[in-house]
């Protein structure tokens, strides 16, 4: 085949299943496919030759992949389908103006920054809801997560970047940078819709005035900057910048979903794996046990919920493949409990092991009255201080917007740390609860790496840092979050070299679990590339007749 006929027949792909997620949200199923309106009776077990656990990047690449193959498949989404105006006529809220849907059954928002001028001004109360952005509490810990149908690229920012292919090759030392570098990652980028933003417009647009301070600060610390891609349509800021498109980046949307001119998950991979005709996605079903019948069938046991998160319905699954896709901490907990309480009890100790934060720390500077930000921000950030090179102090620091719709002087910035430190999930028998051993004394690392950096910044601008953002009079960076949680279960230790999980046959792994705490960027790119080799693999050998 072709690749223009693989193109056209991928783009009728990507047609059909955005009717079938259209037609979902109009009759407000939660259920999507492109026999949605006709679902079977129910069962008391759903059996499905595939089932895939989570819709983010890794869960979305097999789902895509197995259904191209013609294996029937069912992927559990414990979000909802984002896909239905409220009462605005539009789907997600933004982040100045959050309402229920910004946040997973919260009655308050719980934004990265705290405060402004140490005000409580940028969270606000909230009816619970399943909304589209879930800050998962550990001991020292918190790791913010997408909810609904896309996972995490519901989001983030959207930053697209490649890692160095050094430092890819140093964390993952079995596998080919060749062939990921020529084959796997130009795949994902493809797929994901990445582009660039047109350097020309960059330089003279209102909405990037923020990153060209932050820019030159660097440089006048000696550092250098990078443009970087993102999934976010450039073409179609340009049109918001010039009015003729509805704004959605240029009104403030990030955290919370944006609701136009993203390329997330459910307009690329999933709408495609829809059109296949060969995939169905259940959404607001939480799996919570998964054990192995006597004939080497995975059974799963899930929750479906309604919008209180009362649980209506506990529903039973049996698959032949099962491809787990909950993310660094969905996957990791679900194998963890299952270790520990004897439903899977021949996985090895490695699962739960290796865990990183992706070396994360958040901070902002003060800018002089003359080096203005801006009070017009885009929400997509497309550029970084990349000073990785630096073998004393590896650090890539995203310089981030803050639009607040007034000129505030501040540089934020999220800096990704070359931190070794790694943490283990462990099961609580007395609780039922999977905990994390992360330390305060670990976050301290990447913190000292950031100081460094931005105390160069800082000396070379006569410039000072921000102390009022994080919610203490004293706290300069924000060391207990994570946008970008790693590893729980490492390629090469809990699984093989291409995710099949060690001890059991026909169970695999494609999401952020298997890097080793640390890519050095934003992740996304990475762990989608890994889920498309992984799926070659498997569907070449695992499932041929």
């Not at 109009?26 to 895939?52: F, K």
């Not at 019948?293 to 929750?303: M, P, R, S």
């Not at 990183?356 to 009070?375: E, I, P, S, Y």
């Not at 462990?426 to 994390?436: N, Q």
Request: proline share 4%; hydrophobic share 40%; charged share 15%.
């Amino acid at each position: 085949m072709t690749a223009k006929l693989m193109q056209r027949q991928l783009s009728r792909r990507h047609i059909l299943g955005m009717i079938a997620l259209q037609t979902a949200a109009t009759a407000g199923l939660t259920r999507i496919g492109l026999q949605s309106a006709q679902a079977a009776e129910p069962a008391a077990v759903d059996n499905s030759p595939a089932i895939v656990v989570g819709s983010g990047y890794g869960g979305a690449v097999a789902a895509l992949r197995l259904g191209q193959a013609g294996i029937r498949t069912l992927v559990l989404e414990m979000g909802r389908l984002w896909n239905t105006a409220g009462s605005d006529g539009k789907v997600f809220c933004s982040t100045s103006a959050p309402d229920q849907r910004s946040m997973w059954f919260r009655t308050r928002t719980e934004a990265p920054l705290a405060t402004f001028l140490w005000l409580d001004l940028v969270n606000k109360d909230i009816s619970a809801y399943p909304g589209a952005l879930d800050r998962v509490h550990y001991d020292n810990m918190s790791v913010y997560v997408g909810r609904g149908v896309g996972g995490g690229s519901l989001v983030n920012g959207g930053m697209a970047v490649t890692p160095l292919k050094s430092y890819f090759a140093e964390q993952f030392p079995t596998v080919d940078a060749e062939e990921m570098y020529g084959t796997y990652f130009p795949r994902a980028r493809s797929m994901l819709g990445v582009n660039s933003i047109d350097p020309a417009w960059f330089e003279s647009t209102e909405w990037y005035q923020f990153t060209r301070t932050s820019r030159k600060a660097a440089a006048n610390a000696g550092l250098k900057t990078t443009f970087v891609p993102n999934v976010y349509d450039f073409g179609y800021m340009q049109r918001e910048a010039a009015g003729t498109a509805t704004r959605s980046a240029l009104a403030g949307e990030v955290i919370y979903g944006n609701n136009y001119g993203k390329r997330s998950l459910d307009k690329t991979y999933l709408a495609a794996a829809l059109g296949t005709g060969n995939v169905t996605i259940n959404t607001l079903e939480k799996v919570r046990t998964v054990t192995r019948a006597g004939d080497g069938a995975y059974v799963l046991t899930a929750d479906r919920i309604d919008n209180t998160g009362k649980v209506v319905e506990t529903k039973q699954y049996s698959c032949t493949y099962l491809f787990l896709g909950g993310g660094s901490l969905g996957t990791t907990e679900l194998l963890v409990r299952a270790r520990d309480t004897g439903t899977l009890p021949a996985l090895n100790s490695s699962v739960g092991a290796g865990w990183g934060t992706n070396g994360n720390t958040m901070l902002g500077r003060a800018n002089h009255v003359w080096d203005t930000v801006g009070a017009n921000q885009a929400t997509m950030p497309v550029m970084g201080i990349d000073d990785w090179a630096n073998t004393a102090n590896p650090v890539f620091a995203e310089i981030a917007p803050l639009p607040m719709g007034f000129e505030h002087w501040i540089s934020l910035y999220l800096a990704i740390t070359k931190n070794p430190e790694r943490a283990s999930f462990s099961y609580d028998s007395t609780s039922g609860a999977v905990k994390l051993g992360w330390t305060p004394a670990q976050s301290a690392v990447s913190v000292a790496m950031a100081k460094k950096l931005f105390d160069r910044i800082n000396a070379a601008n006569l410039t000072i840092y921000r102390y009022d953002l994080f919610g203490s009079t004293s706290k300069v960076f924000a060391d207990d979050f994570t946008y970008h949680p790693l590893g729980g279960c490492v390629l090469g230790k809990a699984t093989d070299d291409y995710g099949r999980v060690k001890g059991y046959s026909r169970l695999y792994i494609t999401d952020g679990s298997l890097v080793p705490g640390s890519t050095g960027v934003n992740p996304f790119v990475t762990i989608t590339a890994l889920a498309e080799r992984t799926m070659a693999r498997v569907l070449a050998e695992d499932t041929a007749p």
